[in-house]
Nanobody, 125 residues
């Protein structure tokens, strides 16, 4: 079992930056692939990106590639989502998720085992 708590969301102007954090409980954080998803208003949850257990492999959705960066600090049981050059279409509730495993980073929400409660990100134009 792992519990996830996101933080760092808020209101930002277009072109600005935010850094989201996801703190995990438990002593086996390094056994999990971590993912970030988002759910825009009125839309389905979508994959943003993910990171392997060691941080050596990352995967991003095309819509955020080059603007968002995922990293993790296993010693602190934390994964980060650095978001730069934000656009109004990035407005969503952002969720972190954990998947048992070390290397495979799926983009389907059903492939992840644990979820945080989400944090709101609003980008104004």
């Amino acid at each position: 079992q792992v519990q996830l708590v996101e933080s760092g969301g808020g209101l930002v102007q277009a072109g600005g930056s935010l850094r989201l954090s996801c703190a995990a409980s438990g002593r086996t954080f390094s056994s999990y692939v971590m993912g970030w998803f988002r759910q825009p208003p009125g839309k389905q949850r979508e994959f943003v990106g993910g990171i392997s257990w060691s941080g050596s492999i990352t995967r991003y959705a095309d819509s955020v590639k080059g603007r968002f960066t995922i990293s993790r600090e296993n010693a602190k049981n934390t994964v980060f989502l650095q978001m730069n050059s934000l656009k109004p279409e990035d407005t969503a509730v952002y969720y972190c998720a954990a998947r048992n495993g070390r290397y495979t980073i799926p983009n389907g929400a059903n492939d992840y085992d644990y979820w945080g409660q989400g944090t709101q990100v609003t980008v104004s134009s």
